[in-house]
């Protein structure tokens, strides 16, 4: 079955270290995002990427990196810059082939908190 | 900015009782989503709302969409507890960016179901 595929589903950072959070499609999807959800709120973008090799920033990109060098990958690096990482990260994509409209869909999430 | 408005962000219902969610907000749009969140889990895709006066109805749960407005309702009717869960609306403007471009996020509405 096609899906997002996140890893791992829990995950801890020391303090001053940089942690990479996964993201893998294999629904063919051409954009994929990272968001950011913290207890009681709403999901915040991070970064988005519409094509291999681009990438742009979203609403709260600082302190995170992502790269897109596979069409089905999407890392996101929680840098030590990002003084509060503690959240629920969510991964998602969409494809022009089911019609710009459609909906993103969404991987299960990892939960980062920091030791 | 674009900003989006969900109330109430607490809902605590009966079963057999109906009520509405609402989803205000601030630009134009005619691309309106609706997503459903159980605890610790991911997003699902509930609704598409793609043009002024559309309605979606799926079970107990009906959306619309009136873009004069710039709202969203999410009715539920004669709830159940299997309903229990977050509910989110996600506006995409219409203004600018790309037929893959960033979704906003309401705060979600958190729906409890009581016997």
């Known amino acids: 079955d096609g899906g997002i595929t996140q890893s791992p589903k829990y995950l801890f950072r020391k303090e001053g270290q940089n942690v990479t959070l996964s993201c893998e499609q294999n629904l063919n999807h051409d954009a994929m995002y990272w968001y950011r959800q913290d207890p009681g709120q709403g999901l915040r973008l991070i970064y988005y990427?519409?094509?291999?090799?681009?990438?742009q920033k979203g609403d709260i990109a600082e302190g995170y990196s992502v790269s897109r060098e596979k069409k089905e990958s999407f890392p996101l690096t929680v840098t030590s810059a990002q003084k509060n990482p503690t959240a629920f990260y969510l991964c998602?994509?969409?494809?022009?082939?089911?019609?710009?409209?459609?909906?993103?869909?969404f991987g299960d999430g990892t939960r980062l908190s920091i030791l | 900015e674009l900003k989006v408005e969900q109330n109430p962000l607490f809902l605590s219902m009966q079963e057999g009782k109906n009520y509405t969610i609402y989803c205000n907000y601030s630009t134009t749009s005619d691309r309106l989503y609706w997503y459903r969140q159980d605890p610790g889990k991911s997003l699902e895709s509930l609704f598409v709302l793609l043009s002024n006066g559309a309605v979606k109805q799926e079970g107990r749960l009906m959306a619309s969409l009136d873009t004069k407005a710039r709202l969203s309702t999410l009715h539920i009717t004669a709830a159940v507890h299997d309903l229990s869960a977050t509910y989110f609306c996600?506006?995409?403007?219409?203004?600018?960016?790309?037929?893959?471009?960033?979704?906003?996020f309401g705060q979600g509405t958190i729906l409890t179901v009581h016997p």
């Open positions: 998602a994509s969409t494809s022009p082939l089911t019609g710009p409209n459609q909906p993103q869909h």
């Open positions: 990427s519409q094509i291999v090799n681009d990438f």
């Open positions: 996600a506006v995409r403007p219409n203004a600018g960016g790309t037929s893959y471009g960033k979704l906003t």
